[in-house]
């Protein structure tokens, strides 16, 4: 039998599909490549006319694309091909998306600072302005103040910083030095500025906003002709001047459709010059697995040249294997996780067997510390926290049956917060699979246990259920009477909101406690 028939018979593929069928299948990612190709000429024919393949190539990329999947097996559909080769394409594609990894932690988003974007857009040939990114003021003088008029930009990950005093202007070297001073160490949204963007201070002669992002998973292009911090009041006051318009995944974005977006976003005369520079952001946000890639404000000078002047991009880190962007050790939403939350992760990697680490957040200035069982369960009892006043000082989930070893590190790690901790909630649904005493006793008891000068008068509110919960809850009440434990049980007869009330009143009961001991 030929090695393709062979190759063939193991996927599954009809022996007679029409369709040649040509190399060895490796794994699942390479039988998902062949797919996707088969798909192509099943569509397009063979031999493909040169604007054909051109639009075949598009397919392929978005077959590996994590977030291109879904739009790609719309299109398979909709041009009747073989429902085998579709769906071995999008399995194909979704393996290549995962990063071949099993013990890969699955985050959202990669979120860029403005220099690491502005990096990005200038390499695919995009104007930005000079500048340098410094940590101290006394490197000023290596940056473009010493010569020219700036803009000293905290770098931060969230948006309105010039609201907070995180962008200042500045006239010459001295004054440069000492906006930098302002600026390190300012918190602006709760994040601490480390590093500064010193950059020339562009003579502007306007403003404007284009965008990438996915909308009903499909790309879409925003563009609107008044950029700047008030894009999000403009849309509200004025949304026929925000333009937003999908874009096929398949056919991509051309000249033509770009041209139009910006004649109805009213950029007028400039429409020929920035038609260009939305093209080049498109192949930019599809070509590296972007989520988001916003240039708000564009800028045109008053020698007629265009700078993108800020930079928000966000980067599927689910496609780092392939990527060609050094993404950096970060959390989900882009944050530089702290010392914990690094302790967290390792204590995920322990065993492959659950997770317990995996999600951990480390809030400053809270109170209560949350471990949670994965799922909507606990983003529910999040929000019902926060709707009642409560501060989280640690919000961390554990999920897929993991050992009482791996939350027992868990717990360890949550108790070492800097801050006073005035309530322990245990918060979850009821579970098919996990064994909660081995969670609950041998994973939350024992962490606690474990963790030296523990202050049993801490209240701890535990509303769990599955397998074994009878006997967790039995050992619990007995720590409570022979060891002292402030331990409060509950089961799914108390809903999540009511939960969240009783840890808002226990939290609040030991923190007047405490206040009145430290004023004896």
Known sequence: MLEAERNRKSIGAPAKSGVPFVGVVQDKAEMGRIA?????????????LPKSRARARRITQAAVTARGIRALWRSCRRVHTDGLLGKEAIRGAHKCSA?????????????????????????????????AVIDSPSKVSETPARSSPTVVKAQVLWGKRSKAGGILSCADEKAAAEAVSKELGLKIHGEVVKRVLVEE?????RECYIGVTYRDR?????????????????????PERVVVQP????????????????????????????????????????????ILVEINPLIKTKDGKWYAADAKIEIDDEAAYRSRIPLPERLGSGKEPTRLEVMARENDLLDSRGAAGRMFYEIEGGNIIIIAAGGGTSMEALDDLYSLGGRPAVFTEHSGN???EKVAGLVKIALMYPGEIDAIWVIGGRANFTDIYETLVNGVLAGIRETPNFDKSIPIIVRRAGPRDEEAYAALRKAREEEGYNI???GMATSIADSARMVMYQANKHYMARKRAEQL
């Open 36 to 48: 996707a190709k088969l798909l192509i000429e099943k569509t397009y024919g063979a031999p493909a």
């Open 99 to 131: 990063g071949h990894s099993s013990t890969k932690i699955r985050r959202s988003p990669m979120r860029l600072y403005e220099f690491e974007g502005k990096s990005l857009l200038e390499s695919a040939g995009i104007a930005v302005p000079k500048g």
């Open 201 to 205: 201070r562009l003579d502007t002669a």
């Open 218 to 238: 499909a790309p879409c292009v925003i563009a609107c002709s008044e950029g700047g911090v008030d894009i999000e009041e403009v849309r509200n006051i004025h």
């Open 247 to 290: 874009a096929s995944v398949v056919r991509g974005l051309s000249k033509q459709m770009a041209t139009d977006i910006l004649t109805r976003a009213g950029f007028g005369e400039d429409v020929d010059a920035v038609a260009p520079i939305l093209l080049k952001v498109y192949d930019f946000f599809i070509s590296n697995d972007a």
């Open 402 to 404: 993991p050992t009482g």
């Open 488 to 490: 409060f049980l509950r």
